[in-house]
């Protein structure tokens, strides 16, 4: 079982390597669309990315729902811990 602080630092990680984005602009209260300047292609390459990472696709439906960095850590950590 995923921790939010560990699905965190990951997802952390994979928007600075994927986006080329400073690591001090990703905090949970950030919007994916409005502060890290991620578009509907990105979000498909994140999507993608998490699937990788965990094994389990995020349904493209809940991810419309996702507004921000902290909205993707719920998202996931239900993913997750569902199976659990």
Do not use: C, W
């Not at 991620?38 to 996702?66: N, Q, Y």
Request: net charge negative; proline share 1%.
């Amino acid at each position: 079982m995923q921790s939010r602080e560990d699905i965190f630092e990951t997802l952390r990680t994979a928007l600075v390597e994927l986006f080329e984005l400073e690591p001090e602009r990703v905090t949970l209260e950030a919007n994916l669309y409005q502060d890290l300047e991620i578009d509907s292609i990105d979000a498909v390459d994140l999507i993608d990315h998490i699937k990788r990472k965990t094994g389990k696709k995020i349904a493209a439906e809940e991810f419309k729902s996702v507004r921000t960095v902290g909205d993707v850590v719920d998202a996931v950590h239900r993913l997750v811990n569902a199976a659990a």
